[in-house]
């Protein structure tokens, strides 16, 4: 079967990278990317490309190069899922903040949505792609949506998760390690994967699409993202006894990741990951062994999230009691606010909880991101709901030059590992801040001896 026409729907941070890289590398498919999101789509048509919804290096260029020509955003969800004979369904399915499972278990009602309207809209047989991040076994309530609901044509339903990361986004889908795909062992199924393999194999190496049964495919997903949570998480937990020691956690994790069973990636300690996907895909996987009874499996993989909010707290009391216990009233310059480099998302950014745990404690926060923002950072602490929109204002500033930030600054925080950082006149910075001068290397990017030399007392996680 040789598709011609692809609908997806969710113009988000997978949906619009996604489906513009798989139009350039398949200009003979028509993509329509869709979303309810008015503002959303209106940005991903902007005519000179600068308002783009979503900042990855490299994206840009190939919006440019595809859209208009095979490649189309548009809020018509209906009319893209009839025309189409494949559709990505690619809408966020984040934390449930309600009900059973409030706090643990991924709310599908997006999901859910979009598999009724795929229902009442189709007139042809379809192959519906699960590109969202699901819980395992969600295919099967799709597929009882679909025929119990649908006008009599079949469904083929696939999984196709997607392991892109944000800020390296392009690179990983043009050069993936894998494709993942999941789908039923009947012919039926296999002629859907065949479809879909054709697609990816345009540009991808055919070894590396691997093709599995549905559950194993949803459950890879998660899995993936909780064995990365936790090499951040135990690497971290290593720079909390590095701290106390006078080892260094940088020159653990080389010596450690030398090691070709353990590898030297994700060893990197940090004020702890963010993202949309990590906390909220293990908290979904320990919501399922729950589920199943398996309480020591939901155990082991909760401590993973537990760490991490150990790291992020005990970065904000390191800045609270190394400042003679009171920041109270002090200007606390915050560099970064993204939960990674490259990147516009903010989505569960330590940053956040950070500057959450100090205005606790009264400080004032002056904030610089190079690509966040201020709407963006008042919405992430407003949305925390500890205090009131109006007090969020009053002590949190968002500048946009790092110069304006950190001057008369009580402390510098640096919170995302942004190149920049590293290229700065911290001689300048030095001159302009309240002595005596710190600075808290949330991401252990600056050289600790030129600091010293400066004259700044210097603070990193791990060492
Ligand atoms: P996102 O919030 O950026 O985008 C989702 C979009 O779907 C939104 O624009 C929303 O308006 C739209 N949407 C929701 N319901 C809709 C409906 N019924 N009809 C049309 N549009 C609808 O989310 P995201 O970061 O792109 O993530 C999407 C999925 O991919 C999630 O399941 C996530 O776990 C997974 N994922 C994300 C990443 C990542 O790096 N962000 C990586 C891999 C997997
Ligand atoms: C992650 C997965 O990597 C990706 O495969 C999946 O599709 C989506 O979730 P993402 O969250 O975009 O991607 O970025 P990632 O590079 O994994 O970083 C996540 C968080 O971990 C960031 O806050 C990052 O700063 C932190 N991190 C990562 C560390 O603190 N140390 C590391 O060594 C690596």
Redesign the pocket.
């Known amino acids: 079967m040789k598709i011609k026409n692809i609908c997806c729907?969710?113009?988000?941070?997978?949906?619009?990278p996604t489906m513009s890289v798989l139009a350039i590398q398949n200009p003979d498919i028509k993509i329509t990317v869709?979303?309810?999101?008015e503002e959303?789509i209106k940005a991903w048509n902007d005519k000179d490309l600068n308002g783009l919804p979503?900042y990855e290096p490299g994206l840009k260029e190939i919006v440019q190069k595809a859209r208009g020509q095979n490649l189309f955003f548009s809020t018509d969800?209906e009319k893209a899922i009839d025309e189409a004979e494949m559709i990505f369904i690619?809408?966020?399915?984040p934390t449930k903040t309600y009900g059973k499972g409030k706090g643990m278990a991924?709310d599908l009602k997006?999901i859910e949505?979009?598999a009724r309207?795929i229902a009442k809209v189709a007139t042809t047989d379809k192959i519906v792609i699960e590109?969202?991040?699901?819980p395992v076994r969600t295919a099967q309530a799709i597929k009882n949506i679909l025929d119990n609901t649908g006008n009599g044509i079949k469904f083929q339903i696939l999984s196709n998760?997607?392991?892109?990361?944000?800020g390296t986004?392009v690179q990983d889908l043009l050069n993936p390690d894998r494709v993942l795909i999941g789908g039923e062992e009947s012919d039926e199924g296999k002629e859907a994967i065949d479809a879909l393999v054709d697609i990816y194999a345009s540009w991808i190496p055919r070894e590396r699409i691997l093709t599995t049964n549905v559950w194993s495919s949803e459950l890879s997903?998660l899995v993936a993202n909780a064995f990365l949570a936790q090499r951040v998480s135990s690497i971290n937990a290593i720079s909390e006894l590095c701290e106390v020691t006078g080892a260094d956690v940088d020159e653990v994790s080389r010596a450690i990741g030398m090691d070709s069973r353990i590898g030297p990636k994700f060893l990197k300690a940090s004020v702890g990951f963010g993202?949309?996907?990590f906390q909220?895909?293990i908290l979904n996987l320990v919501y399922i062994a729950k589920t199943y009874g398996l309480n020591e499996v939901a155990d082991y993989w909760e401590q993973v999230i537990i760490m991490n909010d150990h790291q992020k707290n005990r970065f904000a009391e390191n800045i609270v009691s190394t400042l003679y216990n009171t920041v109270s009233g002090k200007k606390i310059t915050f560099l970064g606010w993204a939960f990674k480099k490259d990147t516009n998302?903010t989505?569960e950014s330590a940053a956040i909880y950070v500057a959450d745990a100090l205005l606790n404690e009264q400080a004032e926060i002056c904030v610089y991101d190079p690509k966040v923002s201020q709407e963006r950072i008042y919405a992430d602490l407003d949305y925390l709901n500890t205090r009131s929109p109006e007090e969020n204002r009053r002590l949190v500033k968002v500048v946009k030059d790092p110069y304006e930030a950190c001057q008369e600054a009580h402390a510098i925080a640096i919170l995302t590992e942004w190149d920049e950082f590293k290229e700065y006149d911290w001689k300048r910075i030095f001159d302009s801040v309240i002595k005596p001068a710190f600075v808290f290397d949330g991401r252990k990017i600056l050289n600790k001896t030129t600091l010293n030399k400066m004259g700044f007392e210097y603070y990193a996680i791990g060492s």
């Open positions: 729907i969710g113009a988000g941070y997978v949906g619009g869709v979303d309810i999101n959303r979503i969800v690619s809408v966020n399915t991924a997006y949505l979009c309207q590109k969202s991040t699901l998760p997607e392991f892109l990361a944000e986004a997903k993202g949309s996907c909220k895909d998302d989505r």
